[in-house]
Protein backbone atom coordinates (compact mmCIF):
# COMPACT_ATOMS: atom_id res chain seq x y z
CA UNK A 1 0.00 0.00 0.00
CA UNK A 2 1.65 3.01 -1.15
CA UNK A 3 1.64 5.96 1.35
CA UNK A 4 1.38 9.85 0.72
CA UNK A 5 4.07 12.01 2.87
CA UNK A 6 3.41 15.66 4.23
CA UNK A 7 5.95 17.86 5.27
CA UNK A 8 5.38 21.02 7.14
CA UNK A 9 8.03 23.50 8.67
CA UNK A 10 7.17 25.35 11.89
CA UNK A 11 10.93 27.21 12.05
CA UNK A 12 11.15 27.83 15.63
CA UNK A 13 6.99 28.19 16.06
CA UNK A 14 6.53 25.84 19.05
CA UNK A 15 3.26 26.84 19.78
CA UNK A 16 2.16 26.43 16.12
CA UNK A 17 3.69 22.67 16.22
CA UNK A 18 1.78 21.49 19.41
CA UNK A 19 -1.54 23.16 17.99
CA UNK A 20 -1.01 21.06 14.68
CA UNK A 21 0.04 17.99 16.54
CA UNK A 22 -2.98 19.08 18.97
CA UNK A 23 -5.37 19.03 15.50
CA UNK A 24 -3.82 15.52 14.49
CA UNK A 25 -4.48 13.68 17.52
CA UNK A 26 -8.05 14.95 17.23
CA UNK A 27 -9.05 13.99 14.01
CA UNK A 28 -7.14 10.47 14.64
CA UNK A 29 -9.61 9.86 17.43
CA UNK A 30 -12.68 11.67 15.65
CA UNK A 31 -12.71 9.87 12.57
CA UNK A 32 -11.25 6.46 13.44
CA UNK A 33 -7.82 7.14 11.23
CA UNK A 34 -5.61 5.06 14.06
CA UNK A 35 -3.03 3.33 11.74
CA UNK A 36 -4.12 5.36 8.40
CA UNK A 37 -2.88 8.73 9.77
CA UNK A 38 0.88 8.94 11.44
CA UNK A 39 2.62 11.77 12.08
CA UNK A 40 6.47 12.01 13.38
CA UNK A 41 7.68 15.78 14.96
CA UNK A 42 11.75 16.44 14.04
CA UNK A 43 13.79 18.71 15.39
CA UNK A 44 17.06 19.95 13.70
CA UNK A 45 19.15 22.31 15.29
CA UNK A 46 20.39 25.32 13.20
CA UNK A 47 23.15 26.87 15.53
CA UNK A 48 25.61 25.40 12.38
CA UNK A 49 26.37 28.64 10.75
CA UNK A 50 26.89 26.61 7.70
CA UNK A 51 23.10 25.01 7.60
CA UNK A 52 24.47 22.00 8.58
CA UNK A 53 21.54 20.96 10.89
CA UNK A 54 21.28 17.72 13.04
CA UNK A 55 18.55 16.39 14.07
CA UNK A 56 18.63 17.32 17.95
CA UNK A 57 15.52 15.28 18.65
CA UNK A 58 12.65 13.27 17.71
CA UNK A 59 9.37 12.14 19.22
CA UNK A 60 7.02 9.20 18.24
CA UNK A 61 3.64 10.15 18.42
CA UNK A 62 1.80 9.90 21.78
CA UNK A 63 0.42 5.97 20.76
CA UNK A 64 3.77 5.61 23.38
CA UNK A 65 3.08 7.77 26.22
CA UNK A 66 -0.74 6.65 26.22
CA UNK A 67 0.35 3.50 26.43
CA UNK A 68 2.06 3.86 29.73
CA UNK A 69 -1.38 3.73 31.87
CA UNK A 70 -0.84 6.73 34.15
CA UNK A 71 -4.53 7.85 33.74
CA UNK A 72 -4.88 11.13 33.84
CA UNK A 73 -2.10 12.37 35.80
CA UNK A 74 0.16 10.57 33.52
CA UNK A 75 -1.10 12.15 30.25
CA UNK A 76 -0.63 15.69 31.84
CA UNK A 77 2.89 15.20 32.48
CA UNK A 78 3.40 13.91 28.76
CA UNK A 79 1.62 17.01 27.45
CA UNK A 80 3.67 18.71 29.78
CA UNK A 81 6.51 19.44 27.62
CA UNK A 82 9.21 22.02 28.09
CA UNK A 83 9.34 24.15 24.97
CA UNK A 84 12.87 23.85 22.87
CA UNK A 85 15.49 25.99 22.64
CA UNK A 86 15.06 28.70 20.22
CA UNK A 87 17.92 27.39 17.78
CA UNK A 88 15.91 24.25 16.95
CA UNK A 89 13.91 23.94 13.29
CA UNK A 90 10.69 21.81 14.03
CA UNK A 91 9.38 19.58 11.33
CA UNK A 92 6.39 18.19 10.90
CA UNK A 93 6.00 14.51 8.84
CA UNK A 94 2.75 13.32 8.15
CA UNK A 95 2.09 10.11 6.66
CA UNK A 96 -1.15 9.28 4.95
CA UNK A 97 -1.55 4.81 4.27
CA UNK A 98 -5.06 4.56 3.26
CA UNK A 99 -6.15 1.13 1.39
CA UNK A 100 -6.92 1.29 -2.40
CA UNK A 101 -11.06 1.30 -1.71
CA UNK A 102 -10.00 4.13 0.03
CA UNK A 103 -8.94 6.65 -2.66
CA UNK A 104 -11.20 9.40 -2.51
CA UNK A 105 -10.95 9.18 1.58
CA UNK A 106 -7.39 9.94 1.19
CA UNK A 107 -7.33 12.52 -1.39
CA UNK A 108 -9.76 14.61 0.49
CA UNK A 109 -7.75 14.18 3.75
CA UNK A 110 -4.71 15.29 1.27
CA UNK A 111 -6.45 18.09 0.34
CA UNK A 112 -7.77 19.75 3.85
CA UNK A 113 -4.99 19.03 6.24
CA UNK A 114 -2.52 21.66 3.76
CA UNK A 115 -5.75 23.84 3.93
CA UNK A 116 -6.39 23.96 8.27
CA UNK A 117 -4.84 26.78 9.87
CA UNK A 118 -1.98 25.32 11.93
CA UNK A 119 -1.13 23.95 8.71
CA UNK A 120 -1.67 26.51 6.28
CA UNK A 121 1.59 28.93 7.16
CA UNK A 122 3.90 26.01 7.66
CA UNK A 123 5.07 26.02 3.96
CA UNK A 124 3.13 22.29 3.35
CA UNK A 125 4.65 20.11 1.04
CA UNK A 126 2.96 16.85 -0.74
CA UNK A 127 4.99 13.66 -1.71
CA UNK A 128 3.24 11.38 -3.83
CA UNK A 129 4.88 8.17 -4.80
CA UNK A 130 7.17 8.03 -7.68
CA UNK A 131 8.07 12.03 -7.38
CA UNK A 132 11.85 12.47 -6.54
CA UNK A 133 11.57 12.71 -2.98
CA UNK A 134 9.38 10.44 -2.21
CA UNK A 135 12.60 7.41 -1.40
CA UNK A 136 14.40 10.20 1.02
CA UNK A 137 11.37 11.16 2.79
CA UNK A 138 10.09 7.50 3.64
CA UNK A 139 13.19 7.15 4.68
CA UNK A 140 13.57 9.55 7.13
CA UNK A 141 10.27 9.02 8.28
CA UNK A 142 11.60 5.67 9.45
CA UNK A 143 14.46 6.99 10.75
CA UNK A 144 12.51 8.82 13.09
CA UNK A 145 10.93 5.85 14.91
Known amino acids: MPHIYMLFEFATDEEKAQLARHKLET????????KKLLYKVERIAVD???GDAQPA???K???EKKADGKGKAGKAKAHGEEAPASNEDIRLLVRLGFSGHEKLSEER???RIPSEEPFRDASPEVVKPGEAKFEAIEQRFA???
Open 27 to 34: WKQAFRLD
Open 143 to 145: ELA
Open 48 to 50: APE
Open 57 to 59: KSR
Open 61 to 63: PEK
Open 109 to 111: WVQ
